[in-house]
């Protein structure tokens, strides 16, 4: 299928992956009938916006990209949203494409679809033989479903429909709040600030959080509100709710209570061995992680190339360990300060990584990007801006 001259909707077009896979189709593929569902125009969990989305864009083709979507402690807080907002967006997008009769409908699944313990690495034929990991599986369902319909309808109906399986993300402009980013992004954040902190650079520390939006917490039953002005003594305490402290003041087993912070004699002055980071479970588990660049490419060549139901995983085909990529980072941004690891929080899947001969075989994709050069360019990337 060639893309220049399509009309494509890409749904969560606004998004960290939606920017580099409309990147991708433009400079690479010279598309020029781009159409961007996201909020707040378009709410795709409400059938009526999802109507005047097609009314208004007439596509040929629809990637869905859109989701709410988070790192464990989200999915722990929210598992009834995820699975309802990823349900709904998927189910009508999908019905009222068919009713529309576009010519192709692009889904993103999740390697969270996965049952819990898949042989490693993850065959698309494994997809069924068990339940996910429970704090993934509301959402890992709820865009496995989407998996269902498209064989469905493609069977009765005869709508092309595709389903893609990717694996972790990571890149520059990825999530990094701290409410909802996945573990490379809150990883690199933490150490940054963690670094901030060593140097006495309040007012850094101030911005990251005004920027991130995520500086309004309740601890303890008091609610603080990160500002301009405020005090240290409040941005120690939301640090410190984050798992950011001084290491003398570290109290791992009272993470909600806030620290009174020690004074710096020479704030301006670094002096690494005073910061401490928290790091959640044990470091055992295994991830592999897909730069976005390389998705956009993985997404963009099946939507040209491939036409049928059955899914496919799109990665790297590597693993790493947290605790071996939390050395990583370390050594990149050169933290000297110290970490704890958090065993009372869940490590999530034991391991993850796909086998990707599929894509290679099917629509000729093979990951480019080596894991070190870019999560180089992610940290480079959120410690300039």
């Not at 339940?131 to 269902?148: D, F, I, R």
């Not at 690199?188 to 520390?205: M, Q």
């Not at 601890?219 to 950011?244: C, M, R, T, W």
């Not at 990665?315 to 300060?337: H, P, R, T, W, Y």
Request: with cysteine; aromatic share 12%; glycine share 8%.
């Amino acid at each position: 299928m060639e893309l220049a001259h399509k009309r494509i909707v890409v749904t969560g077009g606004k998004g960290f992956l939606g920017s580099h896979l409309i990147a991708n189709l433009k400079e690479k593929r010279g598309c020029t009938k781009i159409f961007i569902a996201d909020l707040p125009e378009y709410d795709l969990r409400d059938i009526k916006r999802i109507r005047n989305m097609y009314k208004d864009s007439d596509p040929d083709i629809v990637i869905h990209l859109a989701g709410n979507v988070g790192g464990i402690g989200y999915n722990q807080e929210n598992p009834a949203t995820l699975f309802y907002e990823n349900a709904m967006m998927g189910i009508q997008l999908i019905h009222e494409g068919y009713r529309r009769g576009i010519e192709k409908f692009v889904a993103l699944g999740t390697i969270c679809a996965y049952p819990k313990f898949t042989p490693v690495p993850f065959k698309e034929e494994d997809l069924w033989n068990g339940y996910p990991e429970e704090t993934n599986a509301p959402y890992g369902l709820a865009k496995k479903m989407m998996l269902v319909q498209s064989q469905a309808y493609r069977q009765q109906y005869g709508f092309n429909s595709i389903f893609l399986l990717p694996v972790n993300l990571y890149g520059p402009g990825d999530n990094f709040s701290f409410k909802s980013s996945h573990v490379i992004p809150a990883l690199i954040r933490k150490f940054h600030l963690a670094n901030l902190l060593s140097k006495g650079a309040f007012a850094s520390i101030i911005n990251d959080f005004l920027r991130n939006k995520d500086g309004i917490i309740e601890i303890g039953g008091k609610k603080f509100n990160i500002k301009p002005d405020s005090s240290q003594d409040e941005v120690l305490a939301i640090l410190n709710h984050y798992g950011i402290s001084y290491s003398s003041d570290y109290q791992p087993d009272q993470p909600e209570k806030p620290q009174k912070p020690e004074k710096l004699e020479k704030p301006d002055q670094p002096d690494k061995h005073r910061a401490a980071v928290e790091i959640w479970g044990t470091g055992s588990a295994t991830r592999e992680f897909f730069y976005v660049e390389d998705t956009a490419e993985a997404i963009a060549l099946a939507t040209e190339r491939y036409n049928k139901s059955e899914p496919v995983n799109i990665g790297a085909g590597f693993e790493i360990s947290i605790k071996d990529l939390v050395s990583l980072i370390i050594k990149s941004m050169n933290f000297q300060g110290q970490i704890f690891w958090n065993t009372t929080k869940p490590d999530g899947q034991p391991r993850r990584m796909l086998n990707t001969t599929k894509a290679e075989r099917e629509f000729k994709f093979k990951a480019m990007t080596p894991f070190d050069i870019g999560l180089k360019k992610t940290i480079d990337w959120y410690v300039k801006h």
